[in-house]
């Protein structure tokens, strides 16, 4: 009998922590879904919420970028003529490891774009999101982006026509 009462006492402490983790980690995801929400929308000011004052960011193209040089990018008034271009991102993929007071995400952006109403061939790239609790919120601390080549087809491919 205690045997069975030790093991429901532990499996309930392990549920609890599972929840405890999950939760966290699902507040993790809506703030990087959040900034790339903001992303899509220039929406700066929600950008500078949830980033934390020392942000810094590697671009897709590898540049090294401040938080200043960030939000200035998604200024609205830079946002590009939503009838002239569109996209989506979609998010998948995702990786977390959270140590408490700070955690890793991962996640994969599937991008599709409209320019002038004809869509553009799509693209994805992985972020890799290191995150920091402040005041009790999550704050996304830096980003660095790698570029996802497309599948190219193999030589065999080519020669054989397929």
């Not at 532990?10 to 993790?28: C, L, M, R, S, Y």
């Not at 990018?73 to 271009?85: A, G, I, L, W």
């Amino acid at each position: 009998m205690r045997t069975i009462s030790t093991i429901a006492i532990v499996t309930i402490f392990a549920a609890v922590g599972f929840a405890q983790t999950n939760k966290e980690d699902t507040a993790i995801q809506a703030v990087v879904k959040r900034m790339v929400t903001a992303q899509s929308a220039y929406d700066a000011k929600t950008l500078d919420a949830i980033f934390a004052s020392d942000y810094i960011e590697i671009s897709p193209v590898g540049e090294f970028d401040p938080r200043d040089k960030v939000l200035g990018f998604y200024k609205p008034e830079v946002k590009p003529d939503p009838s002239k271009m569109t996209a989506s991102t979609e998010i998948t993929d995702w990786s977390i490891r959270n140590y408490g007071g700070f955690a890793v995400a991962i996640a994969r952006f599937n991008y599709s774009v409209t320019m002038e109403g004809k869509p553009v061939p799509p693209r994805s790239m992985r972020a890799m999101a290191v995150l920091r609790k402040e005041k009790g919120d999550w704050k996304i601390a830096s980003v660095q982006y790698t570029g996802i080549r497309q599948s190219q087809p193999s030589i065999l491919d080519k020669k054989s026509g397929l």
